[in-house]
């Protein structure tokens, strides 16, 4: 039985947290889509405009064009990353680990996790120096291995700007699947994997019928945070393209952005950041549902 007032002890910790959230989150967003219901330059007095930028979002182009550059942002940075970190995790685990050292597999590990802690604009620059198109790392390796006819502009082609952005992404994304994965496959009973195998049971079989049940809980939390991630992803499109060429690498983030700062267009900026909030805020209940769903159904097989 709980001692009187431990309710309230947990309270007392609590609140820091909840008052910081309130005035960093709460209070912005709510301003934010006061905002959004003005005709708004960014200075003088705003004036309302009801939902004439809602209605204006709705019939521009760009706006659900920079949507659809999201979506493939979110293959980029979720779906990829999950697959590859799938099996990277799987083989780091039970391979890497097993053969030569869990230290081994501890440094490999690190090194994919590398990107993930570099600051996005050092990521930025680097790799806008290995995509450069007159002296860029990929276009001299191209020339020097004899496949110089496939030097491009890599981030100035409006038709490879954003598959270019989205193999960066790939790049950086992959190393928190990794590392969540190699997590969850510790809790995995290892007689489970003992007796597939000797049932003769190959590696990939082990893999699709035990690793991927298992850790079912880690992939939803792995797919939800990524998908989030790349739905308000905005650091290496700024400073990797800045939205360009012609648009081709525009997203929700990026567009709001313009509006506020290039624009001046505070209203129709503030309409396409909650837009884009309010998605975000769905896709993450919807995830935590699946979570918990997930979760309930392993511990009835347990049960």
Known sequence: MKAPGTRDSYALFLL??????LAVVVVPFLMN??????????????????LANYRALTDDAEFW?????????????????????LVLAAALFDHVGKDFGPRTAAVLRACFYLP??????????????????DDGSLNELLKAVGLGGLRQDWLGDPDLALYSVMGVMVWVQLGFPLVVFMAGLQRVDPHLYEAAELDGAGWWRRF???TLPQIRPEIHVVLTWCTIAALKVFGA????????????????SYFSFTMFFEKTQAGYGAAISTVLTVIILVLSLAGLKLQTRAEDAEEGVRA
């Not at 820091?16 to 959230?21: D, I, K």
């Not at 889509?33 to 009801?50: I, K, L, N, Y």
């Not at 979506?71 to 990829?80: F, H, I, K, P, Q």
């Not at 930025?124 to 995509?131: M, Q, R, T």
Request: glycine share 14%; hydrophobic share 50%; aromatic share 10%.
């Open 16 to 21: 820091p947290g909840a008052l910081a959230f």
């Open 33 to 50: 889509t006061g905002v959004s219901f003005t005709d708004w330059q960014g200075v003088g007095a705003p004036e309302w405009s009801g």
């Open 65 to 85: 064009e920079s949507f659809r550059h999201s979506l493939l942002m979110v293959v980029a940075m979720a779906a990829v990353p999950t697959a590859l970190g």
């Open 116 to 133: 993930q802690v570099l600051p996005v604009a050092v990521a930025g620059i680097v790799w806008s120096w290995i995509l450069a198109p």
């Open 208 to 210: 699709a019928h035990i």
């Open 237 to 252: 499109v700024y400073v990797l393209t800045k939205g360009g060429p012609g648009g081709a690498t525009n997203v929700p």
